[in-house]
């Protein structure tokens, strides 16, 4: 069975130079007008460090829920889901879903009250620590998650029917989870440049597992439609989603 953290070790050992996910930040406030490009090896570098937080600081291992409240589409909601599955745990996206792990930009809000550990998220990336003040328990990513190895090692692998995605009430298991791409006919050319400008969460793990199978990468816009902008040609963006 492939697993997306697999997958992403295979892309790495392919060529770990070649970009990843590239990110533009459009939405009006501090990080407006952020470009943060991440290669295949600095991807792995931030699955690695924030899948030792979680296994190793949370005891989030298989049978784990994680609830991922990230903005849509963001280069950290990137690297903490393929985080999550590295560790083979459950993904959920339903907030009314329960979660042993909650990682969210607001680890004050009332579904955070419900999470039996949470993960205070910063989006700027150079951010050193959390903005504001933390609860006692709660993980500060920007501070904390740097410490944490570079490589990883699960304790546990998931098996086929595991749930990997939880979405709407729907579970993906983790043999299911590239089954939408297995069709190489209809799948991304290798080493295309895929435009995602969707704020759904959901879309954009879908982009993700696919730019994993297909060896392609992501071009993340957030905060705008992206249309006739002239810094998609200088991308080298070939698709659309």
């Given at each position: ?10 892309l790495v ?17 501090p ?17 690695a ?6 296994q ?9 829920v ?10 950290r ?6 985080a999550?599955w ?14 042993d792990?909650l ?6 809000s ?16 150079l ?7 933390l ?10 998650v ?35 791409f297995?069709d ?9 440049r ?6 759904s969460?959901?879309d ?9 199978v ?8 957030r ?19």
């Amino acid at each position: 069975m492939l697993t997306p953290h697999q997958a992403l070790t295979d892309l790495v050992r392919e060529d770990p130079t070649r970009p990843a996910v590239t990110f533009y930040d459009d939405t009006p406030g501090p990080t407006q007008g952020e470009r943060i490009e991440i290669s295949r090896r600095v991807l792995d570098n931030w699955v690695a460090k924030a899948a030792n937080a979680l296994q190793e600081g949370l005891d989030v291992q298989r049978g784990s829920v994680v609830l991922l409240d990230l903005p849509s589409p963001h280069w950290r909601a990137c690297y903490w889901a393929l985080a999550v599955w590295a560790v083979g745990a459950t993904l959920t996206l339903d907030p009314h879903e329960g979660a042993d792990v909650l990682i969210t930009t607001t680890p004050d809000s009332p579904t955070a009250e419900d999470a039996d550990e949470v993960v205070a998220v910063t989006l700027a990336a150079l951010a050193r620590e959390y903005v504001g003040d933390l609860r006692s328990g709660v993980m500060d990513e920007a501070k904390e998650v740097s410490s944490f190895g570079d490589g990883f090692s699960p304790w546990d692998e998931p098996e086929e029917d595991d749930a990997a995605l939880v979405h709407e009430g729907t579970r993906t298991s983790y043999g299911e989870l590239f089954a939408p791409f297995a069709d190489a006919d209809h799948r991304w050319p290798p080493g295309s440049r895929v435009l995602v400008t969707s704020d759904s969460a959901h879309d954009l793990l879908q982009h993700l597992l696919h730019a994993l199978v297909a060896g392609s990468s992501l071009v993340l816009v957030r905060g705008s439609g992206a249309d006739d902008d002239g810094r998609l040609a200088s991308e080298g963006v070939t698709l659309r989603t």
